[in-house]
């Protein structure tokens, strides 16, 4: 449970664009929300601007990068790493759609965590090199891929142009203090013709429109930007990659959103809650109840939300064009 002492956590804030969109370029982005660290239940609110053009949104005040390591740590590495280490058909749809473009050659995974997507290409025609912050969990990663992996910010990263056929970056985007930068660098790395294939959360799923600042996709302050379908291609376009597809998937939030919603309730009435950090093995009854909502709601819910194309994470593949002779 958060205590006091947690009211005195003070990061030093760098101002991202106040108003200009770095995705489409329109110029008076508007207050959006404001929104809580969840996953901690800490105090402060983060105001989050959003462009009215193609609904990116950030927050207006980010930790300063060398302080993000405070809210992030090993209970959150190990809600990320866990379900691609224990379920590894949590990686056969972007995988497949991969395949579909790109069958062999040189990968490098962005944010490549322990290396779980990376060994479901492990033997298979893949040179297999990856970029992770946390130099432990990296260490994971070459063990159990042998894959080449390079600690620190993408940004420094010293991979030469022309590199990599394929580039893969799974919920990382969101994090990172300047996305554009980092889809240049990853244009600048692909050979010609070389695919960049990512998710992360929308901003204009349903979920989003229904839970507010409740819905963990937002996942403040981690999450730096929010992006929509409209947004994520502009971007992608402005550093020169080409769209091959952009939808939505079958992810669906709605059972941590609601216990984000819980959790404020409860606060709000002084009484204690449980952070997600500090998560507690659940009763089988508890268990049972959840399956059934899952079955009788969750489930329905997301198909009607991807057959909407609103569903609560975007998957997209760019493609580098061809150098023209």
């Known amino acids: 449970m958060y205590s006091v002492a947690d009211h005195d956590i003070k990061v030093a804030a760098v101002p991202l664009p106040s108003r200009a969109c770095p995705a489409c ?27 009215a053009s193609c609904h990116l949104s950030w927050l207006q005040d980010a930790p300063q990068p060398q302080a993000m390591a405070c809210h992030y740590g090993a209970d959150y ?52 090199y990856g970029i992770e912050m946390s130099a432990a969990v990296a260490d994971q990663a070459r063990a159990s891929t042998a894959a ?40 600048s790395w692909l050979k010609p013709g070389g695919i960049f294939t990512l998710t992360l959360p929308n901003i204009d799923s349903l979920e989003a429109h229904i839970f507010g600042r409740y819905w963990f996709g937002l996942d403040a302050p981690r999450h730096l930007w929010h992006f929509s379908p409209r947004a994520l291609s502009a971007m992608a376009s402005s550093v020169g990659f080409e769209a ?73 593949v760019f493609r580098k064009p061809q150098s023209k002779a």
Request: glycine fraction near 8%; charged fraction near 20%; hydrophobic fraction near 40%.
């Open 148 to 187: 080449e992996v390079f600690v620190g910010d993408v940004l420094d990263a010293p991979f030469a142009d022309n590199k990599f056929d394929a580039i893969s970056g799974f919920h990382v985007l969101e994090h990172m203090h300047d996305p554009r930068r980092v889809m240049a660098r990853a244009f």
């Open 77 to 128: 590495d190990r809600m990320i790493t866990t379900p691609g280490d224990l379920y590894p058909h949590h990686w056969d749809l972007v995988r497949n759609k991969l395949l579909q473009y790109v069958q062999s050659g040189s990968i490098l995974d962005i944010g490549c965590s322990s290396g779980s997507f990376l060994r479901t290409l492990k033997g298979h025609g893949w040179n297999l």
């Open 244 to 316: 091959v597809e952009i939808s939505t998937t079958r992810s669906c939030y709605i059972e941590d959103s609601i216990r984000n919603s819980v959790a404020d309730a409860k606060l709000r009435c002084g009484i204690s809650a449980v952070p997600p950090s500090q998560g507690r093995a659940q009763a089988l009854p508890f268990k049972i109840m959840r399956k059934a909502f899952r079955l009788v709601f969750v489930y329905t819910f997301r198909e009607l939300a991807v057959a909407a194309g609103a569903g609560a994470d975007l998957h997209a």
């Open 25 to 51: 370029g329109y110029g008076n982005a508007k207050p959006f929300l404001r929104s809580r660290d969840w996953f901690f239940l800490r105090p402060p609110m983060y105001q989050l601007l959003r462009c």
